[in-house]
């Protein structure tokens, strides 16, 4: 059975102390969440290793919200997937579409991103999903199967395993307009049909796909109730450990 994962993606918020209190917040609700349900924390780079620290031992993983696409040496201001994973995270975002946005970030880039990721050891969460003009020209499912294809088909069978994917309409990030639980399940299955007609059924049928865009405890429950739909990637409602616990409950 593909794991079920409730990821909060806390982008440019919270200083160190916000970000630690925020933490112990949501590890000390966190017993309210069945254990089934993987519980991922994805702070800014700078506070990645304090809050390794505090979810040591706790059923809580971390992730970084991006990585370099190189290993090592003279790149000013990146941070690789090396040193994501020594400071003890396990995950790691790849491809969010604010990424592709400001940073224009492609899908080739986020390929070589995903190997980077993969040759670490960590778990990459690859971002998806279409803008508002695409939705309304009725062009989404082609969008995403380009970004699908480009970033992921010339994975091998065993790196697509360990992949993890979210599908996040852009028009529906930080704008408190959900897609409908009738949407994502629509774009999550065709998600799935893309990998296993590349892959195979088995692989398909244990990647999990994650919801994000405007997910809150009000919608949440509708949402993951879909059964192509496995956990959500989560934005402002992280910033709140009671929001982000109400969401986790919501399987
Ligand atoms: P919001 O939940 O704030 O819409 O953000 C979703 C998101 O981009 C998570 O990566």
């Known amino acids: 059975m593909r794991k079920r994962i409730v990821a909060g993606n806390w982008k440019m918020n919270t200083s160190q102390?916000?970000?630690i209190e925020l933490v112990k917040s949501v590890i000390e609700k966190s017993i309210a969440v069945p254990k089934a349900i993987e519980l991922v924390i994805i702070p800014p780079f700078t506070h990645l290793n304090e809050i390794v620290k505090y979810a040591k031992g706790t059923s809580l993983n971390v992730g970084a919200q991006n990585c370099a696409e190189w290993s090592k040496g003279a790149y000013t201001g990146e941070v690789s997937a090396s040193m994501i994973k020594s400071v003890g995270a396990t995950y790691v975002i790849i491809g969010h579409s604010e990424r592709r946005?400001?940073?224009k970030e492609d899908n080739r880039l986020l390929f070589r991103k995903i190997k980077e990721a993969l040759s670490n050891?960590?778990?990459?969460?690859?971002c998806c999903g279409e803008k508002l003009d695409e939705r309304e020209s009725g062009k989404y499912f082609d969008v995403v199967e380009q970004q699908i294809s480009e970033s992921l088909f010339e994975l091998s069978h065993e790196q697509m395993q360990k992949i993890v994917i979210a599908y996040e309409p852009v028009w529906?990030?930080?704008t408190g307009k959900n897609a409908t639980s009738q949407q994502a399940q629509d774009m999550h299955?065709?998600?799935r049909a893309t990998i296993a007609k590349k892959f195979s059924k088995?692989?398909?049928d244990n990647v999990?796909?994650?919801y994000g865009g405007s997910c809150k405890p009000s919608n949440a429950e509708e949402i993951f109730a879909r059964p192509d739909v496995d956990g959500g990637l989560i934005g402002g409602a992280s910033l709140v450990?009671?929001?982000f616990i109400a969401i986790a409950q919501s399987f």
């Open 17 to 19: 102390s916000e970000g």
């Open 101 to 103: 946005e400001y940073f």
């Open 121 to 126: 050891d960590l778990i990459p969460i690859y």
């Open 172 to 174: 529906a990030i930080g």
């Open 189 to 191: 299955a065709f998600i």
């Open 202 to 204: 088995e692989i398909a």
């Open 208 to 210: 999990s796909i994650l």
């Open 241 to 243: 450990a009671d929001d």
